[in-house]
């Protein structure tokens, strides 16, 4: 029965991702994504690595984290008003060009500054449900499994929450 699932039917454990610091620059964590990438036999994905500071699990860093870390900022797209869309096209070539000046300097800024901060999590006993709930309206791909509140004990990952919803679906 789908509502019977708890997320620790179906989580994993931290050490299948990557870890980083969080005040270690993004030069820094691309070695060590890289470093862990190479070493797996296939790379998982989504490629996502976990971000520690004192107080434990603090972010998440994606590659489109990275990447968007790198891009200078005045290449940015500004925000649509009133219904006016930016042509985009103009500004890709230009960030071709530009995307290795500025990312010299942008690669020394601390991982906290590109990260995603963990802003939902779910406990141990919690249904496969809740935590479609928060991964869809939290826009998370993994959401850390806490024991009590504090204690991380493992991860959910929206490939195994889709895989036990869309089975329950399709039986009914």
């Keep these: ?4 699932k708890s997320t620790k ?9 990557p870890h980083v610091p969080s005040d270690i620059s993004l030069k820094q964590a691309i070695r060590i994504i890289k470093n862990s990438m190479l070493e ?11 971000v520690f500071d004192e107080r434990g699990l603090v972010g998440t860093l994606r590659l489109r ?17 009133q219904g006016y869309t930016e042509d985009t096209a103009g500004l890709s070539i230009i960030w071709d060009s530009l995307f290795d000046m500025g990312s010299k300097e ?7 500054e590109v990260m995603d901060p963990i802003t939902a999590f779910v406990g141990p006993d919690d249904s496969v449900v809740k935590a479609a709930y928060l991964m869809i309206h939290n826009d998370l791909l ?13 991860l959910i990952r929206m ?6 919803l869309s089975s329950g679906v399709l039986e009914n």
């Design 1 to 4: 029965m789908l509502t019977r």
């Design 65 to 81: 984290d990275i990447l968007k870390g790198l891009e200078p900022n005045f290449l940015r797209p500004l925000a649509s008003v």
């Design 159 to 164: 490939i195994e929450v889709f895989d036990v």
């Design 9 to 17: 039917d179906l989580m994993v454990d931290i050490s299948e991702y």
């Design 142 to 154: 993994i959401l850390p499994v806490l024991e009590d509140k504090k204690r991380l004990i493992g």
């Design 106 to 112: 942008l690669i020394e800024r601390p991982v906290s």
């Design 40 to 50: 797996m036999p296939g790379c998982f994905q989504p490629m996502i690595a976990l």
